[in-house]
């Protein structure tokens, strides 16, 4: 801690590792969420954001980190002025404690250093670069987002240093008086109850009133504190390999339909893949808010447990699915399962449906595969009748976007008995999935996609349509 104390004058700034492996950023999709309900402390929160965490000092030469928040600084400019002044005074004498003191303080700033670090890094990751990025669930406590766009906004009142915790404390204003930063929930009870009778104008006595005021946050009323493990509450992540296991397992029900193979079902006829339990997964707390708030599945459509139960549920608050006093895990645990494994039995039944259809002289999915990919051509110099510099007459429709670019024989796409068919709609620009209606007698457009549309999604996309499992 030499060179905070050497530096603390003069801008306190201190060599740290450049590790960004701490965590503890909350999704950006509700950042922005907070961010766009005031101006102001999102131009604030981003101002503190962009300045440089790193900086050469010109002394030695050394690539140090800089503590950019103003307040943070000027705690720590006095706290060291302290140490120093405690030192001096002791004569040497506490020097073992002085110095543990000020590990303990320069861990707790380095730490929270880090913190900033990657909460500013992450804002954009998922959306910039989503294969190598870390991915944020939408399931990331709301009031842990809060606290950490309060704090790097510089939103708060104060900050202090709390000895005992070993963590930079921060005071916030509220219209409400929180009883949260109380150790133990008999106490965080006896405040609400206290301040409920306050609210009601209701007298206290003399031993409910002595309460009242030690609980209060500081004795201050309209206050709460956010401590350095605040921030980090409630942050779950999106991880890659629940998306495998889910997205491979359902594939092996799939294959085990087309295939013709028989599966164990449970006691609800449920089909069940050997060394996969959805009860067991859903156990670990931060796998299960993932799965209800993130999409694992590509057969979902993009969609979440979440947003298919308020298609259904619009008046639902889901309180009992968000991380708070109301969250309710073990419901929330029996309708993911119920969610998940409906999808399991469903994906095996198109699988048993593939094998009907193949055994009665229906399309395989590799030959549904194969039309599909021979319908796309390189050939994009043609893009006219008169053929291209290989001299071949062009076929089909350009699609894609900047040097991804292709020809589509989209006339080609049909499917063996002609009810699902594909067009091209030049007056709109988007080619189209045509279902046949025998109400009508007649084809409907099913789906329609841009002529700047991803290639590889846009192949998926119509593969599903056409009926291959592949694409799933």
Known sequence: ?????????????????????????????????IMAKDAAASKNLMKNL???FQEVDKVTGEMVRTVSDRKVRGKLIDITRTFKKSLFQSGGKNMDVINGEMGDL???????????TNFAKNLSGPRTNPDNEPHYSAGTNITTLDNNSIVYGELYDEVNYNSKTRELEWTVSTKEISFDHLGTEEEKRKGRNLQSFVDRGRELTPEQQADYDKLLPKGKKGSRIITQS????????????????????????????TKGEAVTRDDNNNVMVPGF????????????????????????????????????????D??????????????????????YQKKMNKQYENGVNNFRDNTQAGRLSASIDKMIDGGFSPNVDAISSAGGSDNQPVVGQLIGSGDNKM???????IADNGNIKMDYNEDDGVFEVLVYNKTTDDYEVKDSFGEDSNIDKFKRAIKIYFGSNTAY
Request: aromatic share 6%.
């Open 1 to 33: 801690m030499e060179s905070m104390l050497i530096q603390g004058e003069s801008g306190l700034n201190e060599t740290m590792d450049n590790n960004t492996q701490f965590i503890a950023n909350p999704m950006m999709q509700a950042v922005q969420g």
């Open 407 to 413: 020809l589509f024989d989209y006339k080609s796409m």
């Open 106 to 116: 320069e861990r707790a700033v380095e730490e929270w250093n880090k913190d900033k």
């Open 50 to 52: 962009e300045k440089p």
């Open 277 to 316: 339990d959805l009860n067991k997964m859903t156990t670990d707390m931060p796998t299960l808010i993932t799965m209800a708030w993130d999409n694992h599945l590509n057969i979902s459509g993009g969609k979440t447990f979440i947003e298919h139960w308020k298609e259904t549920h619009q008046d639902d």
């Open 230 to 257: 605040m921030l980090d509450e409630g942050v779950i992540l999106k991880d890659a390999k629940v998306s495998e296991s889910l997205q491979g397992n359902v594939q092996k029900l799939v294959d085990l339909g």
């Open 318 to 339: 889901m309180s009992w699915a968000t991380q708070g006093e109301n969250f309710k895990p073990g419901l929330l645990k029996d309708r993911v399962i119920d969610y």
